[in-house]
């Protein structure tokens, strides 16, 4: 009598191959929370102070959050690049208009970035020094500052409402998140579109109630999901929906 041996089979795995891509997108958009608000807190003084330029000035402290607002817009584009491979599969254009969305959010926040760091700069080289016009480089600081107010508003304001509705589409119709998340994201979307769009108009402002409250939905869409994806990563694919 022949024995035929078994044939050893391979060992099925319980990994979630997504994993992965979930983890980092959601360290990457806490990231932008750590370091978003801090950076706003720390380069207070060149934005309230219209002569900041002329005074002592806090340097070290300004480009400090400059460093940390330049942290956030590496971590928008990190958040993107990692979500993309699994995006892709439920809808690929939507996909590639994400991380689009993401790296001209942080090439706005750089532009910014810069424009307070020049601020800096000048005030070091320029102020005081002999032969300097006072007035001249006082307007030179402040339209410095309003540059950095107007990326404020392109790049951390409108650039989120449409990375919200594009992210939000692709996890509302791949079910890999808890469907409030996405909801949530493309209800906030049109409010802060609006709001921001009456900021250029004229009718508002950027630090209004009208654009806090606004604000607010994006701000809870971008944190529920980076903590869900940190933590839990992605919901397993539903073969039968």
């Known amino acids: 009598m022949t024995i035929t041996a078994p044939v050893p089979t391979a060992p099925v795995s319980s990994t979630d191959p997504d994993r992965g891509h979930a983890r980092a997108a959601g360290i990457f958009y806490l990231v932008t929370f750590a370091a978003s608000f801090p950076a706003l807190f720390l380069i207070g003084p060149v934005l309230h102070d219209h002569n900041y330029i002329l005074g002592a000035g806090q340097d070290s402290r300004v480009l400090f959050g400059c460093l940390l607002d330049f942290i956030n817009a590496l971590a928008g ?49 320029l102020a005081g020094a002999q ?79 009208w654009s806090a409250v606004a604000t607010a939905p994006v701000a809870l869409w971008e944190l529920s999901i980076g903590i869900y994806m940190t933590v839990k990563g992605f919901k397993p694919v539903d073969l039968n929906r």
């Open 77 to 125: 584009i990190g958040s993107a690049v990692a979500l993309f491979p699994v995006m892709k599969r439920y809808g690929e254009s939507l996909a590639l208009g994400f991380v689009t969305s993401r790296t001209i959010e942080a090439a706005v926040i750089m532009i910014g970035v810069v424009s307070l760091v020049a601020v800096v700069t000048l005030r070091q080289d």
């Open 131 to 209: 032969g300097t016009d006072s007035a001249a480089l006082a307007t030179v600081g402040r339209a410095l500052v309003e540059v950095r107010n107007w990326t404020f508003l392109f790049g951390g304001g409108t650039m989120p409402a449409f990375s919200a509705i594009l992210l939000g589409t692709l996890l509302y119709r791949s079910r890999r998140v808890p469907r409030f998340m996405p909801i949530m994201g493309l209800v906030g979307a049109p409010l802060l579109l609006t709001a921001n769009i009456l900021t250029v108009l004229g009718h508002n402002t950027q630090l209004s109630a």
